[in-house]
């Protein structure tokens, strides 16, 4: 069996951790999101994908949350010192990252086979796949314009009033040929950002097709609970978009999208079969399942190692797979 | 006035820095070996013009003797970590300046409009010229056959036996414009290797015509004092070359290279005019003169920040330009 992990960063990598753990690396594959790089300094910068990387390595910086852990900012003083950009933080040793990826890349080797360089350096024996190999670029709009996803979260701090989204790139994109669409019995949908997390990577031509091809179940974890996002601006945006931040309108958000409709129509089947919901929303449950959604109770706010562990556990039991689930 | 200071690294840098003290921005150009250059980890190297930009910013390392003064070391440790080449040691401070000339050069800027953007931003207030914009790249040939200069000097560690050098692409190389050549009232070769600091500069077209066409005075300070390279490799080559390890030696190197003449031939006029020779040295004095070269006694071995006045004020005076030389 294999699971197909779809994940932006931080929160989703706390999931995939968990899953890391309990799935060997022949039986779980992560898909992240690449809607967050972009080109700074001349490096290619994959967020989402070095945050998994280090966390799977278990070398990420556990406070920052992003970057990885003992990190020193020497490059970046002196870059300050030489006038050059510093919103965006690169430490000394996550540069030896970046310097290797465009070596890689600049070799003409894909992101997926850079990634996967990287990855074996620091240890890591799952398969992280970017969602393509081809450029996504998540731009955020706001009542300030559209701004390139990087300048919204990182330089802007999420401060603009989100208004909507688009994937410039996304449809001529082609999904990473190297997802095993064939042989998936699971898809995780983590508890990442639903509108630049998750739908970025729904939004590779082939992604959604792929996943309902292999007739697996697919379970979203939701990255709103009690009312407010674990982490980032997930809640945020749902107020400014107009809808309540309830993990309600999350699984609607799921519950919406299709797979095989004609363009531009909301036919198609449905993608996502199932929903996990925080402990302290369980009176959600009914409206969820009323949106034809399998529901399933966890506590899935992960502050341990173990609760990303149990997590984990859950959502394996809750997509059937749980049995199969060998350890590492 | 304005007095050209022809240097490599180091060695060099010492009496630039003594320049630089006695004689203000207007007065005075450093003109830099980039034979040395290369392309390393997509970073563009430079290693004798990032040696004097950090010595004249006072921010050299004064131990090693290149790189930055107080320099950190983790993105090296990270990079080794993740497989890449380490033989050649960026610093963490120093791959900031990498980082912007990257940026300046992907600009289409030059790199005499990187160097002067850099030297700014670390404070230098003197002009730091390239000796062209165009790429010059030293080869170092030995028994071992040809190697580019950097794998000669930092990866094998001046090891194999030299047989000779060129200098690739300096046929076709302009000589930087904005060397001054009109001004210029006296030229310095300053305490480097003969064969791989100075001469490559010398072998741009353009440069020994515009320096003689000045008629200014040319004065070389030996690198070698009492049959010893002072730093670096200058004595093992000589050996190596079946010359002996001597100032005279040097002086002679010198004293046969002439400007003007047809190609091929050893005719036109001779380039250096005036031999600095330590105190050490006063023995060989006699030789030195009969090669038609004026000399004059100093203390060359600068030890000491006075010591680099010292003898910048020696040379001015040799050069006839003492009196005009005013504080910065």
Redesign the interface.
Known sequence: MTILALTGGVGGAKLCLGLARVLSPEDVVFVVNTGDDFEH??FHISPDVDTLTYTLADAANPVAGWG?QG??W??????E????ETWFRL???????H??R??FL?AGQSLTAATA??AQ??GVRHRILPMSDDPVRTFVHTRDGPLAFQHYFVRDRCAPEVTGFDFHGAASASVNPAIPFEQVTGVVICPSNPFVSVDPVLAVPGMGEGIRRSGAPVVAVSPIVGGAAIKGPTAKMMQELGVPATTVEVAKHYAQRTVGGAPGTVGGAPLVTGFVIDAVDTDAEGEVQALGLATTVAQTVMRSLDDRVDLARVVLDFLGAGAAASGP
Request: charged share 30%; proline share 0%.
């Open positions: 300094l001349g990885r990190e020193t020497h490059f970046m003083e002196a870059l010192e030489l006038g050059g430490g000394d040793k996550d540069l030896a990252l310097v290797r465009r070596e600049a360089h990287i350096g620091l």
